[in-house]
């Protein structure tokens, strides 16, 4: 299916017609067990379900033909993805990561795998401080782009090229590509060895599953991970990934519309005397909209926003209070159009120092634009700032 454009590899790969009953949707596999025709020789590809299951195997292929891999690994959600990469480095081992990563990937950073012996270094401007944090126990790079929730974009390419030239080349590169999703990029063709997405946004897509997924071109990463999937067990259910799976279908759709709207509103607020600053990745005054002309598929600056509103912490809290079409709630990616405050919110963990650093003000709003009506989406944001500045 390798020569087909996206949304035919979406709909087709993995989902072949049922070659017994002839079903044009696969059925749920929930037995978690597989007949076998003598000791050791089952009748099909599967033995248990923790190993592999019909229906993850099915979704870890689409991922992997949707994100350019030869591979693609499915877990019990983001975290469990972005735990099993990290388990799979020896004590002693040294992570490089963009700064303003998700909070849990930082509280896994900081809390779990340095209770194995990693240490973590952050880095604000990974381009301009790799060259000095990179040492020989260094193994992994790893990168959000855009970050959240103030999407600053990183050159995927150019990090790689920085890895490639320093004392240590074999430094694997991680693309945490949640926020994108692989219709917009594909960090494997950046130079990326591994891509993970936390699956509960934008691949599923219906705010109804948690799941996480890998993909990667490397044998070895491939066979390490692939150890650790079936030893950790960190899998997702055979539902689920039917679930997601039935979602990544309507990935293009979805992620076209919700990046469509959120360009519009992006552009709306920057117009807005209501609003102190925009931040989105497909505004031309972005800092790095250079980057997303050559990294996002025409240069879509994706369906995540954050943005300023005047009026301080309490300005932000009426906002958020204000909206009758953005829910006020955390996560994103999904076809419903949500809102939150990142620094009492998602961000609420991050010493205040570090956050403002990051960024992360008391007035800023992240908005995930879903798949609702364009105009009616704008006109609720309108109505919510006239809102939030009056007293
Ligand atoms: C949500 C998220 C995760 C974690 O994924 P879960 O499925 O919630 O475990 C990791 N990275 C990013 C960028 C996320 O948004």
Do not use: C
């Not at 880095?123 to 040492?135: H, R």
């Amino acid at each position: 299916m390798s020569n087909y454009n996206f949304q035919t590899r979406a709909i087709h790969v993995g989902s072949e017609p049922d070659p017994v009953t002839g079903a044009v949707i696969p059925p749920i596999s929930l037995s978690t067990t597989f007949a076998q025709t003598a000791p050791s020789k089952p009748i099909g590809a599967f033995e248990y379900s923790r190993s592999q299951n019909p229906n993850r195997e099915n979704f870890e292929k689409v991922i992997a033909s949707l994100e350019k891999g030869k591979y693609g690994l499915a877990f019990s959600s983001g975290s469990a993805a972005s735990g099993t990469i990290l388990q799979s480095l020896a004590s002693g081992g040294h992570v490089i990561s963009i700064a303003d990563v998700y909070g849990g990937t930082h509280r896994y950073f900081t809390k779990v795998a340095s209770a194995h012996g990693i240490t973590t270094d952050f880095a604000q401007d990974l381009v301009e401080e790799l060259p000095k944090l990179i040492k020989a126990e260094t193994k992994i790079v790893w990168i959000e782009t855009p970050t959240n929730p103030t999407l600053k974009i990183t050159d995927i390419s150019k990090v790689k090229q920085i890895i490639k030239e320093s004392s240590n080349p074999n430094i694997f590169l991680v693309v945490d590509n949640t926020f994108l999703s692989p219709y917009i990029q594909n960090p494997l063709e950046h130079g990326a060895d591994i891509v993970v997405h936390s699956a509960t946004k934008f691949i599923n897509g219906h705010s109804d599953v948690v799941l996480g997924v890998a993909a990667t071109n490397n044998d070895f990463i491939y066979e390490k991970l692939s150890f650790l999937q079936n030893a950790l067990g960190a899998i997702p259910s055979a539902f689920d990934s039917w679930l997601a799976h039935r979602g990544v279908k309507t990935l293009a759709l979805r992620v076209k519309q919700s990046a469509s709207s959120a360009q519009k509103i992006a552009e709306f607020l920057s117009k807005s005397e209501n609003v102190v600053s925009v931040n989105y990745p497909g505004l031309p005054t972005h800092k790095g909209y250079e980057i997303v002309q050559k990294q996002h598929r025409d240069s879509l600056g994706g369906g995540v926003i954050s943005f300023r509103v005047k009026g301080g912490a309490s300005g932000a809290s009426k906002f958020t209070q204000s909206t009758h079409l953005f829910t006020l709630a955390e996560s994103l990616g999904g076809i419903e159009s949500l809102l939150e405050v990142p620094a009492v919110m998602t961000h609420g963990g991050i010493p205040e120092e570090e956050r403002i650093k990051s960024g992360i003000y008391d007035d800023l709003i992240r908005l995930s634009v879903g798949i609702e009506d364009t105009e009616d989406l704008i006109k609720d944001i309108e109505q919510a700032l006239t809102a939030a500045v009056s007293n």
